[in-house]
């Protein structure tokens, strides 16, 4: 019997149902599942019968944010229908940063609206009832192949090794730094002032997020073929908990050293490498750099 999945949304936008429907098997991988209700796809059963209460549902995949009361469908608190299922479910998934953290709508009311089992980094009342339940797969929006990496995992049987917030550790056990086909020019302080550009680090001038932004998009590619940083757009840092910040372009530095160092680089490390690195001006790269200033 094919384990029954149940997709529903608070408060979002739609782009991780969107997301995940670019992915280039998605009809090979929900064959494995009965959809019992997805907000773009056939279930088997409609939205009102899922507001009964009464459908069933092993795998619960929610996406957008919550809040406590005053989101309402159907005349229920979208708050209470959740928990309904969540209670049932056997696996819960938090598709998006919405749903994990609590995202960019988090904006609009810090105070109220939250992640389903995060408010940024800290647990909310609901965690210690689903964490057991819980893997998290944060982005805005995710990439439509970590849902199909988890989905077909649980299909398997396979048990999906989790971080201290939910994450699977074979999507987020590195940063988007990994694999940035701009590495070198970070690690020799090569800069690049403007976007749209092959050439150049994004970090120090363009506030790229990769360093401290845990995620694959640098290994798993967007459409098999990009990511920001490789089509010249720095990192928003779009999976941690604290997106969206404040200042998206802009990396915040005293005295030229990066307030925040990169996940896992000790400051010492991290200032010794840098000196050493400014001393050096590799000719193939100031030229390239200056072709592209003309």
């Not at 969107?18 to 090979?28: A, T």
């Not at 979208?78 to 928990?83: G, N, R, T, Y």
């Not at 360093?211 to 941690?240: A, H, M, Q």
Request: aromatic letters at 12%.
């Amino acid at each position: 019997m094919k384990p029954k999945l149940l997709w529903l949304q608070a408060i979002t936008c739609n782009g991780n149902t969107h997301s995940f429907l670019n992915h280039p098997d998605l009809f090979s991988i929900v064959s494995h599942f009965e959809i019992v209700h997805h907000p773009a796809l056939d279930g088997s059963y409609s939205m009102e019968d899922v507001i009964q209460g009464s459908v069933p549902c092993d795998i619960l995949i929610l996406e957008g944010s919550f809040i406590k009361e005053g989101f309402l469908k159907g005349g229920v608190e979208v708050s209470k229908l959740i928990q309904t299922y969540a209670h049932k479910a056997k696996y819960i998934i938090s598709a998006g940063t919405c749903a994990t953290f609590g995202g960019i709508f988090k904006q609009k009311d810090p105070d109220n609206i939250s992640g389903f089992c995060f408010d940024l980094e800290e647990k909310t009342s609901r965690y210690e009832t689903y964490a057991s339940k819980l893997i998290s797969l944060p982005g805005c929006p995710m990439h439509p192949k970590w849902m199909g990496y988890v989905l077909l995992m649980l299909a398997n049987g396979k048990e999906v090794t989790i971080d201290n917030l939910h994450r699977p550790v074979e999507l987020y056990g590195y940063t988007v730094h990994t694999g940035c086909t701009r590495n070198e020019y970070f690690e020799w302080k090569i800069n690049t002032k403007n976007f749209g550009l092959k050439e150049g680090c994004l970090f120090y001038e363009q506030g790229c997020q990769g360093p401290y932004t845990r995620g694959s998009c640098n290994k798993i590619l967007w459409n098999d073929v990009s990511s920001k940083t490789r089509s010249g757009t720095p990192c928003f840092g779009c999976t941690e908990p604290q997106f969206p910040q404040s200042s998206l372009y802009t990396t915040k530095t005293n005295m030229g050293i990066p307030a925040k160092m990169p996940l896992g680089v000790p400051r010492r490390a991290y200032l010794t490498l840098t000196g050493v690195m400014k001393s050096f001006k590799i000719k193939r790269f100031t030229e390239r750099l200056l072709e592209y200033d003309r």
